[in-house]
């Protein structure tokens, strides 16, 4: 080779060199620009189906749940110097009862009155506030201590939490570490309470039951291994049911679509079969009494069952329908008189009218009327409230132009709406609560309107600005004056009477 020869073949081997290196540091920087967008993980406003978990797609693989039966539930606790108050030091006594699970005592999200409420909320006083997860999971409230599943991030931490009313100071923790990926948030159902015990349902399906008043560990259930449950996208929404010291859930697994646990030992006292193979949904459990006769109703993706309550028959299906068959479903039933029940949830999804019937036992449903959601009452998120023969609720955003907005139907004819608020009171996917003759709507950024219960016309009172963050939708929950609430990362808890300062 001549030296020109040796010249050329130098000159392309280095021009070839650093065009390989231009691409491997191109390369490099890419990677590192992604391995930093990950671990940022920036919150969003929370949008359902913006990350592509629309209806089409509900059915997620349950990558986290993979491992889930390598985790020992609940396995860690720690107590905290916080202590509870006692209702007695509550007062007034009228208003001091317990919101024990979702929706309440009577899981209606209704407290029938309260005679210390002040009508503005910008007379609500910030008693405290607290710093959670990202999520949406609301308070059960029980003898002056508040009870919340939360995800605490920097640990990778499930956990229920219990936290003094009066003060927010923590009292007890008890968790166990699960790796979750963000979706819209992590933990988003409610601990249900009773006088001795306390059950939450994590984001994987993890069960588990600890002793109210200390957080002991009684006993846990991991829905995935145990039973076959699948997950729904947005990790699970169904809020637990104590029943008179059962602890009622519907894993909807491959055998087994509810069954109930003894709060004091585990042990699963009765089951409901899966026949029809339906899957979990986002909607939770509730009581309904016709013809005599108590029930479980539950929408699960597939269809709508009434399972029996009572003792002698306790987890036989009593009736069921697949008329409302949704891949995505989160508001729960809604009982209404004379056997009729609303069911209704988003996504195009809109309502129906069942109507229960009964002849010698046997246990009937048929189908009234099916409607869109721009031909008549329903929601997409937060489950209507029955108040005085009508059903008030926030209309879903496929509801043409009565997206979002707050309205009221009689319960005989849904899909007539009698008022709505009108394009300037849009509330979005947030919680409402009746106190009294007196609603209060949380909007999804965190405004608190007052509204008049009129079935006559929509008739708003006050509004304030109580929390700062995005996606204000965990459901409100409400003891001794005490009102609780949160956005996707703050716990507030607010003091709604004027007359008593809480400090």
Known sequence: MNLESKRRTASFSFVFFCILGAFSALAFILSLASLLNDQSEEIQKGVPGIDGEGPEQFARANSASCASSKIKISEFFKYFSGSGAQTANLTPTSSSLPWPQ?????RDNI????????????????????????????????DGQVYLLDYIED???DALRAFSLLDGAEIWRRWHHLNLKRNHGFSRTVPALDENYAVALGP?????????????????????SEFGTEIPGWYAGQCPIIDNGVAVIAPVGKDILMFGSDCASGEI??????SRAWKMSHSSIVPMNFAKTNF?????SGGVCGVSADSVDRGKILWQTEDFNQKVVAPSPLPLPEGKILVTAGYGAGSI??????????????TLERYSPSKGISSEQQTPILHDGHIYAVMPKDAGGLAGQFVCAHYSDPKKIIWSSGKNYRFGLGPYIL???????????GILHCIEASAESFKPLHQAKILDGVDAWGPIAFSGGYMIVRDSRTMKCLNTDTARKSK
């Open 296 to 300: 479980y109703i539950y929408c699960a």
């Open 102 to 106: 979702f929706r309440g005592a009577k």
């Open 204 to 224: 994987e399906g993890h069960v588990f039951c600890v002793s109210r008043l200390d957080g002991k560990l009684l006993w846990s259930k991991d829905l995935v």
């Open 155 to 157: 640990e990778k931490a």
């Open 269 to 274: 006292l009765w089951t409901t079969p899966n």
């Open 111 to 142: 407290l029938p009155d309260y005679d210390k409420l002040a009508l503005d909320p910008n007379l609500f006083e910030l008693v405290w506030e607290k710093p959670l997860g990202e999520g949406h999971a609301a308070a059960a409230i029980w």
């Open 353 to 366: 009218l069942l109507q229960l019937n009964c002849e010698d036992g046997i246990f009937g449903v048929k």
């Open 435 to 445: 106190i009294g003759d007196k609603f209060f709507v949380l909007s999804d950024n």
